[in-house]
């Protein structure tokens, strides 16, 4: 009977130590804009703020005036270049480059052409449609829109650290350059600062 009993309790505290080490994930959908910050590390928040404040930087600037009245019923034609990542961290700077040109576009005062990345791919299907499609549907070579202006920019951090306080500051710049000129007609900056705070001890 001692034995049987025995065998129980080990039977009963070996299932409670195997869910004990079971870590179950929970997983709830939030909103997109939903601000939320876990390790003080680049996000999206970052993302959503340094892409709106260079967007409306660039359209207040004077530049796209200056344009269309040496252009009259043109919009200036913009190419993303290089967003480099210079910073501590790994950014993908890619995502800040296609909400910038998203919301170019969607502006209406600016048109855009495929940057280098997209641009080889249609060069080839077009180029490839003088072969195989018919000669109606065929897209002419030699059309392409040439841009007026480059867009690139870079992501840098500076860091400075004492104790168990930590402030992390991110400067995001970008800048359009007239591509027959190499004239600087914009550049800005948006800077992200966090302080972070972690406890010594740990539970």
Not at 2 to 11: E, H, I, P, W
Not at 50 to 56: G, I, P, S, Y
Request: with cysteine; aromatic share 8%; hydrophobic share 40%.
């Amino acid at each position: 009977m001692k034995r049987l009993s025995l065998y129980g309790f080990s039977l009963v505290l070996f299932s409670v130590l195997l869910l004990s080490c079971q870590s179950p994930v929970s997983v709830s959908r939030i909103s997109a804009d939903t601000d939320i910050d876990l390790s003080g590390n680049w996000n999206d928040t970052d993302i959503r703020i340094v892409a709106e404040a260079l967007v409306d930087s660039s359209l207040s600037s004077p530049w796209i005036t200056q344009y269309k009245m040496a252009h009259p019923g043109d919009n200036p034609v913009v190419i993303v270049g290089t967003f480099l990542n210079r910073s501590s961290e790994h950014i993908d700077t890619s995502i800040i480059a296609k909400r910038y040109e998203m919301a170019l576009i969607n502006s209406g005062k600016v048109d855009m052409v495929a940057d280098q990345s997209f641009r080889a791919s249609v060069r080839e299907e077009r180029e490839e449609q003088q072969f195989f499609a018919s000669e109606e549907t065929a897209k002419a070579l030699g059309k392409e829109i040439g841009a007026d202006y480059l867009l690139q920019g870079s992501v840098r951090t500076n860091l400075d650290q004492s104790g168990g306080q930590m402030v992390r500051t991110y400067y995001v710049s970008a800048e359009l350059i007239d591509i027959e000129t190499n004239k600087k007609v914009w550049v800005g900056e948006e800077t992200i600062k966090k302080l972070i705070k972690q406890s010594k001890y740990k539970l």
